[in-house]
């Protein structure tokens, strides 16, 4: 009985390639078994058949008769005709197993990413792309040669399979004339069957002995195409094992090709940022070394400007004197002679003198204007407030800082009664340092509490809210929070102190205020503070620590509708011009609301 045919790719199921070895086999088997039995895999209903297939797999492999038996059948049977530009493959036909290519798979090459620009290669980079290069070429070209004997191992598998066809067919034409011979001389007396002539059986004896000859010839004809099936078998076993070994090889030059193109970038990378590095710090110390020059000249400057005022000064100092001494001679000499004479006879000296102080006066300005601001202050009643600005504060604007520099030489049409606009700048930074003075902390801030505020608002109130101009009593209607009520009702207490229990002795944290308390709260001390007949430093501290406040939180009004963000500011110009004689800073805030007085006032001419 002829054994069944095979209907499964055995290799597939141990996931091994036709050219694997018995150890190959082997392990494969082991490793499978031991991840497909049925009781590792109770949840899986195919567990069991899948688990019978891999035993008959490694059973048929592992048998070199059986093996070659189903390399001729199943694989023959399995590969296509040959086409132009066909790709062989072959697949499992359960459905529970994964398809796969046999070794005679013509791999498709892969398409090459186009227009990929190389990564910048290095010495090291370079050799070993040079060396995978040569490995590929080498590869390519065993490549080709394995697909060569691929064919050739599927030709003679194919010429084994015919002359296997043949023999079976002489063998079946044997044993129907052996039977045919039995049957006639078992029933040689009773048989009906006709007596063979001379001549058939001549014929058939030629028959039979062509086709023992025919056997004999076919037997050798495939022990020599067995004999090239090993011989390629071997070949391609070799071919695919250095194959392998090749492309390990080309992976590790690959690896380190990368590796050395890596390094490369660092080591360039490192390069570059010491060089960025050192650039800096050659810009830095160009910038120290300028800022060191420009001082240097500052102070040159300083002393030569010193230097003319204090020549100009003795200069003066000896005219004065010898005007003196000229005078004296001349009343003496009236005396004696007893004629009254002016001591102011000699006209020359007289204009020389007047130009000379003149320009005394001119010279004492400009150092003044450079050197003021400059040194420490040195008023007493600062106290223990801590170092005074050595420059303008930016209270608002980089502009605000150079006009403030400039106010000394600018002329001022200013319509305040008793105002002198040559001298009224000056004169309000002597009266009032505060806003020229650092920014005091938390623990150096004057320090209030809520009774004397409250005192503060109702004098504000009942005395100097009626003596404010026209358009500032409009804005404190116009504004809400502005109101007597609400700033009463902002300042009042919610829970009495715990240091003294009484709500109205909690001092006072200006940092927690809002803008409309920190106006109000500076409008009223100042006012207060001018209403007082001796003059309290502490007590105008108290505006000053406030307002600066206001001007820090200025960009809190961004976020707030023009109904009253327009007032407020309008409210902090009018402070910074009559109180703290800041008129460009006070310029500065009403050019950054323009745009939103225009849109209030075209938004209540709408109303209208």
């Known amino acids: ?40 895999n109770e949840n899986s209903p195919q567990a069991t058949v899948e688990f019978q297939i891999l035993q008959a797999a490694y059973a048929t492999l592992s048998d070199t008769s059986q093996r070659r038996r189903f390399d001729r059948q199943y694989l023959a049977a399995a590969r296509p005709k040959k086409c132009p530009n066909a790709r062989w493959h072959f697949a499992s036909s359960q459905n529970y197993f994964a398809s796969t290519q046999n070794y005679f798979t013509h791999e498709e090459p892969q398409a090459k990413p186009r227009h990929v620009r190389p990564p910048p290669q290095t010495d090291k980079s370079r050799a070993y792309g040079a060396k995978s290069d040569q490995l590929d070429r080498e590869i390519q070209h065993m490549e080709a040669t394995k697909r060569k004997l691929q064919g050739d191992h599927f030709e003679t598998i194919r010429k084994i399979n015919r002359k296997e066809s043949t023999l079976r067919r002489l063998q079946v034409e044997d044993d129907q004339d052996a039977q045919e011979d039995a049957l006639r001389e078992l029933f040689s007396g009773y048989s009906l069957l006709p007596e063979l002539s001379a001549e058939e059986i001549e014929a058939r004896n030629r028959r039979a002995s062509g086709r023992r000859t025919g056997r004999i010839v076919l037997e050798t004809a495939l022990r020599k195409c067995e004999s090239d099936l090993d011989a390629i078998e071997s070949r391609l076993n070799i071919i695919s094992a250095k194959i392998q070994e090749k492309n390990v090889k080309r992976d590790v030059l690959n690896r380190r090709k990368e590796e050395a193109r890596l390094v490369e970038k660092e080591a360039k990378r490192a390069a570059e940022e010491a060089r960025r590095v050192a650039e800096a710090r050659l810009a830095a110390k160009e910038v120290v070394r300028a800022e060191r020059e420009r001082r240097e000249r500052i102070r040159q400057d300083l002393e030569e400007r010193k230097a003319r005022v204090e020549q100009i000064r003795r200069a003066r100092q000896d005219l004065e004197n010898r005007r003196r001494e000229q005078q004296e001679k001349n009343a003496e000499r009236d005396w004696a002679t007893g004629r009254p004479q002016t001591s102011y006879r000699d006209v020359s000296v007289l204009s020389r003198l007047t130009g000379i102080e003149s320009r005394l006066q001119a010279l004492e300005g400009e150092g003044g204007d450079g050197t003021e601001l400059d040194l420490p202050s040195k008023d007493p009643t600062q106290g223990n407030r801590g170092p005074v600005r050595s420059t303008i504060p930016d209270l608002h604007t980089a502009s605000a800082q150079k006009m403030l520099h400039c106010w000394p030489r600018i002329r001022l049409n200013l319509t305040l009664p008793g105002v002198i606009s040559t001298t009224f700048l000056r004169e309000s930074d002597a009266a009032d340092p505060w806003l020229l003075e650092t920014a005091t902390s938390s623990h150096d ?49 919610e829970s009495p102190s715990p240091n003294t229990g009484s709500p109205h002795s909690a001092p006072i944290d200006f940092e927690r205020l809002s803008i409309p308390q920190l106006l109000l709260l500076s409008l009223a001390k100042t006012q207060l503070a001018d209403d007082m007949v001796t003059d309290n430093s502490s007590a105008r501290s108290v505006p000053a620590h406030a307002f600066t406040i206001v001007l820090q939180k200025q960009w809190v009004l961004l976020s707030q509708p023009d109904e009253e963000r327009v007032p407020l500011v309008l409210m902090t110009a009018y402070c910074l011009v009559y109180f703290w004689a800041r008129p460009f800073h006070a310029l500065g805030l009403l050019q950054a609301i323009d745009p939103a007085i225009k849109g209030y006032s075209l938004k209540h001419l709408g109303h209208e």
């Open 1 to 40: 009985m002829a054994p069944p045919p095979f209907t499964i790719d055995y290799y597939a199921v141990l996931e091994v390639p036709q050219t694997a070895d018995d150890a190959t086999i082997k392990s494969a088997y082991r490793r499978l078994a031991r991840l497909k039995h049925p009781d590792k």
């Open 445 to 493: 801030a004057p320090q209030i509490f809520l009774w004397q505020v409250a005192d503060a608002m109702d004098h504000f109130y009942a005395m100097s809210y009626t003596d404010l101009p026209l358009f500032v009593s409009e804005l404190f209607d116009l504004c809400k929070p502005l109101s007597h009520s609400s700033i009463m009702r902002s300042f009042t207490p």
